[in-house]
């Protein structure tokens, strides 16, 4: 049975192809067409190629830095988050239908068979929010506590952003989000596979709904110098040129516009931040360290010597210790 489930885990987290790879490239492709064709007044190719690769960004020392960090990252990620993950969350989800199943003495799916439309849909939409109000209680957490932030400091050490900066993360900060990920959508798959036998969530044209949401969020597009925004749908769908003002070392953006694909959540919990059309914005890090991070040492090291500090202070603090009065009376 456990393995039949983690099977259903496994099989749901592992849906990128080369027809997901084509449709990015695509999106990252027509916004920049839409981004030139809005703000050029001669519009000419070689103006479009200066436009979409500016050279003060791609030569820029944090490009130089996103690339040997991309590079050195794949080579040896598979090994250290798909297992992890992918455990975490079976763990999770086998835990909590086996949990609540014991509680409520339940030994079947309640729909049985296999889910119907309405049911999938449902399950999507669930699985959707679980996921994304997951992914925004981490990022609010990796900017209020230390120890998280200095792992995330990485991402928001890019000076320049180049569609790879999406990918400049940590591999330590990488694998916790994975593990976190897996308590929220876990335990919401567990539920669910009480209800209906292997639920699956909705492919349009074939395409996993978690593909559509990525086309949607344009988490490559959202790390460019591109300014897209959705007009009115921003009030739903977090658009990239608001994820820019998340990165930007403006005081009046720090801490703000945490969300993954909706935008609701950051208006919500009062984390909102508007900017306005086509506002420039600067990003990186206002440390006096922040060319540190401009390096393979500071991108992978540095981090984890600076966590070090952190936990070196936490172990070495002591209460402090009340002088006792002596008793001077007499014998």
């Known amino acids: ?60 020392p944090s490009a130089r830095a996103d690339a040997l960090f991309w590079i050195t990252k794949r080579a040896m990620m598979p090994f250290l988050l798909i297992p992890a993950g992918v455990t975490f969350v079976v763990a999770v989800g086998y835990g909590t239908r086996e949990a609540i199943g014991w509680l409520l003495n339940i030994h079947a799916p309640l729909l049985g068979g296999p889910a119907g439309p309405m049911t999938i849909v449902i399950f999507t939409a669930t699985m959707l929010v679980a996921y994304d109000i997951s ?9 209020r506590f230390p120890f998280l932030w200095e792992l995330h400091k990485v991402h928001h050490s890019a000076e320049v952003m180049v569609g790879i900066t999406k990918d400049r993360v940590h591999p ?3 694998l916790m989000n ?26 349009i044209f074939g395409i996993n709904v978690y593909v559509i949401r990525n086309i ?8 460019t110098h591109l300014k897209i925004s959705f007009g009115s749908l921003n ?11 998340h990165h930007s070392i403006d005081p009046r953006h720090y801490d703000k516009n945490f969300g993954l694909l909706f935008s609701f959540w950051d208006r919500l919990f009062g ?25 393979l040492f500071g991108l992978y090291i540095l981090p984890l010597k600076k966590m070090a500090r952190h936990v070196m202070r936490l172990f070495h603090r002591r209460p402090n ?4 009065p002596q008793d001077s009376s007499p014998s």
Request: some cysteine; glycine content about 4%; overall charge negative.
């Open 271 to 295: 984390t909102q931040f508007v900017p306005e059309p086509d506002e420039d914005l600067k990003f990186g890090l206002v440390d006096r360290d922040v060319r540190d991070y401009q390096s």
């Open 321 to 324: 210790v009340v002088a006792q």
């Open 216 to 223: 949607l969020m344009m988490d490559f597009v959202r790390h």
């Open 135 to 143: 992914y925004y209680l981490y990022h609010v957490a990796q900017h």
């Open 235 to 245: 009030n739903i769908i977090l658009c990239p040129h608001w994820h820019q003002v």
């Open 1 to 60: 049975m456990f393995s039949e489930f983690a099977r259903a885990i496994v099989e749901k987290l592992s849906n990128v192809n080369l027809t997901t790879l084509g449709l990015l490239l695509l999106t990252a492709l027509g916004s920049a067409v839409i981004a030139y064709w809005r703000t050029a007044e001669h519009k000419s190719l070689r103006d479009f190629f200066d436009f979409a690769f500016p050279a003060e960004v791609i030569l820029h």
């Open 178 to 203: 994975r593990m976190w990920d897996g308590v929220i959508p876990g335990i919401c798959f567990g539920i669910w596979s009480l209800i209906a036998l292997d639920p699956v969530e909705i492919a």
């Open 172 to 174: 330590l900060d990488d």
